[in-house]
C-alpha cells in the first residue's frame, strides 16, 4: 500500500478527486475560489511528474492515473471555458472538435494495435499542457480565443506524432519524448548490434562452455 500511496500518485489522484470542486464554485459563482483551486489543481499536473522522477518513484500505476486525470482535467477546461468565456469557444469550435478527434484516435491506435488503451507524455504534449494551465488562468485577464487556437494546433501536431509513434515503433513506453529522439535512441541500437566488437561478444556469450 505504501508503494501505491506515494506523493506523486496522491498528486494525480488528488486532480481528480478535487475536479468536481471547480464545477462546484463555477456554477455558484464563486470565481476567486474558483481561480485558486484551479491554480492549486493545476499545479499538481507539474509537480506529480517531477516528484516521481526525482524521487524514483515512477510506476505503471501513476503514469495511468496522471494520463485518466489529463484526460478528465482537458475536457473540464474546456467546460470552463465555454461556460466563462463562450466566444472563446465558439470561435475555435472546428479546431476543438478536430484536436478532440485526433485525441482520441491517439487513445485508440494503440488499443487496436497493441490491446493496449493508453497516451503518451511527449515533450509537446506535456509543453502545451503547461500552455492550457496558464491559458486558463489568463482567460481571467485578457481574451485568450487566438491563445486557444494556437494550444489545439499544437495538441493536433502532438497526437498526430503520438499516432505516428505508435505506428512506426509499436507499444514504447509512456514517458517517450520525441519521434525523433526514439527514432535516433532506435537507430544508435541497432548500430551498437551491427559493430564486429558487440558480434564477438555477443557470440562469446551464447557459445556452450565446456
Known amino acids: 500500500m505504501r508503494n501505491v500511496l506515494t506523493v506523486p500518485n496522491s498528486l494525480s489522484l488528488s486532480r481528480l478527486v478535487f475536479l468536481p470542486l471547480l464545477y462546484l464554485f463555477l456554477w455558484q459563482g464563486q470565481l476567486v475560489l474558483f481561480f485558486i483551486a484551479?491554480?492549486?489543481?493545476g499545479s499538481t499536473d507539474f509537480l506529480d511528474g517531477y516528484l516521481a522522477r526525482k524521487w524514483n518513484q515512477v510506476s505503471q500505476l501513476g503514469k495511468m492515473l496522471d494520463t485518466v486525470a489529463d484526460m478528465f482535467f482537458y475536457i473540464s477546461?474546456?467546460?470552463?471555458?465555454?461556460y466563462l468565456y463562450p466566444q472563446a469557444i465558439l470561435s475555435n469550435q472546428y479546431f476543438l472538435i478536430a484536436a478532440f478527434s485526433v485525441y482520441g484516435l491517439s487513445f485508440l491506435t494503440p488499443?487496436?494495435?497493441?490491446?493496449?488503451a493508453?497516451?503518451?507524455?511527449?515533450?509537446?504534449?506535456?509543453?502545451?499542457a503547461v500552455f492550457v494551465y496558464f491559458?486558463?488562468?489568463?482567460?481571467?485577464?485578457?481574451?485568450?480565443?487566438?491563445?486557444?487556437?494556437?494550444i489545439l494546433i499544437?495538441?493536433?501536431?502532438?497526437?498526430?506524432?503520438?499516432?505516428?509513434?505508435f505506428i512506426r515503433f509499436g507499444p514504447v513506453d509512456q514517458?517517450?519524448?520525441?519521434?525523433?529522439?526514439?527514432?535516433?535512441?532506435?537507430?544508435?541500437?541497432?548500430?551498437?548490434?551491427?559493430?564486429?566488437?558487440?558480434?564477438?561478444?555477443?557470440?562469446?556469450?551464447?557459445?556452450?562452455?565446456?
Open 77 to 82: 477546461v474546456a467546460y470552463y471555458l465555454y
Open 118 to 128: 493508453y497516451t503518451l507524455h511527449t515533450m509537446i504534449l506535456r509543453s502545451n
Open 135 to 150: 491559458m486558463m488562468l489568463l482567460s481571467f485577464m485578457m481574451n485568450t480565443t487566438l491563445l486557444l487556437s494556437v
Open 38 to 41: 484551479f491554480t492549486v489543481l
Open 175 to 210: 514517458d517517450t519524448t520525441s519521434y525523433f529522439s526514439l527514432s535516433i535512441e532506435r537507430k544508435l541500437k541497432d548500430w551498437i548490434i551491427d559493430t564486429p566488437m558487440f558480434q564477438r561478444l555477443s557470440h562469446r556469450g551464447n557459445t556452450p562452455s565446456e
Open 154 to 165: 499544437i495538441f493536433m501536431i502532438g497526437f498526430v506524432e503520438e499516432i505516428i509513434i
Open 111 to 116: 488499443l487496436i494495435l497493441y490491446k493496449r
